[in-house]
């Protein structure tokens, strides 16, 4: 499975226990329940086939890449994503082609490995804080200023500015990674202290469509699948559209650099960067 991140072993890294026209796609924003008697049957299924090369908690191994910050499985919606790519065929640890896990099994393997993804977050119970700080600061602000183009948005004596003093290292690492969630996992941050770093509301995502020969109309995207794209324009009305091959739809989201990075960064890379951005007392 593709690395997906290295866009994130958050396992490893936070020590848990254990406009351009756009297609639908799901996002951070509509983040999937764990159905736990699903997961508990996904974990039959990991042992029996996955738990060899991926780890006990999805981790990865030497054999295995990290499935708790890959891309495919973070943005897989019961199944959505991991079923169309085990039936293209993956290598199991039994010798049972991946292609005959039926969906049912499936959906509960995602379940299982969304269970574990939400353990890295901060409103898990078994959440555990480590030590993050293993970076190094000069490589980070090298990436903060290069390959990561981190500062084509940012300013160390801008808004970021103070940053190592209005939140510890694991919620700046957290907003980095979850920027839709404004850092905070899915429980409340514990930041150093109130400021605009620990509070700011998260970037309102917008999508303009034009329907054939008619105006476009612009708002707040509060819903976009590959039939309907509903949003609420500036009088704060809901409006939904029927998508057609014909009609143009474009989505912005501020956050779309953020998301683009966990295609790319290395885990390396995010210690550096937290590292760096530590310094910014």
């Known amino acids: 499975m593709r690395r997906y991140i290295a866009r994130w072993g ?20 509509d983040l999937p329940k764990v159905d736990a008697a699903s997961a ?10 996955c738990i060899d090369c991926h ?11 990290n499935l708790v910050r890959s891309v495919l499985v973070l943005h897989d919606r019961y199944g959505s994503e991991l079923e169309p790519f085990l039936k293209k065929g993956h290598e199991t640890q039994s010798g049972t082609p991946s292609a005959s896990f039926t969906h049912d099994q499936v959906v509960d393997l995602a379940n299982f490995l969304r269970q574990r993804i939400d353990d890295t977050l901060r409103g898990s119970p078994i959440f555990v804080v480590q030590n993050i700080l293993t970076g190094d600061a000069t490589r980070g602000a090298a990436y903060f200023n290069g390959a990561g183009g981190c500062a084509s948005c940012h300013s160390p004596t801008g808004d970021f500015a103070g940053i190592a003093g209005r939140m510890s290292p694991v919620d700046i690492q957290q907003r980095m990674i979850f920027p839709s969630l404004g850092g905070r996992g899915r429980g409340r941050g514990r930041g150093r202290g109130a400021g605009p770093a620990t509070t700011a509301a ?12 008619g105006a476009t109309v612009s708002g707040a995207l509060v819903q976009m699948d590959d039939f309907t794209v509903t949003l609420r324009n500036a009088s704060g009305d809901l409006q939904t559209f029927r998508r057609t091959p014909d009609m143009r739809v474009v989505k912005t989201d501020p956050l779309q650099a953020h998301h683009d990075l966990l295609d790319r960064i290395t885990d390396q890379d995010m210690h550096d960067l937290v590292a760096y951005l530590e310094t910014l007392k």
């Open 55 to 65: 780890g006990s908690q999805a981790r990865g191994t030497d054999k295995g890449p």
């Open 10 to 29: 958050i396992a490893a890294v936070l020590g848990v226990v254990g406009g351009v026209a756009l297609s639908a796609q799901a996002g951070p924003t």
């Open 202 to 213: 998260t970037p309102e995502v917008t999508v303009a469509v034009t329907p054939p020969g």
């Open 40 to 49: 508990d049957r996904g974990r039959t299924v990991w042992v029996a086939q």
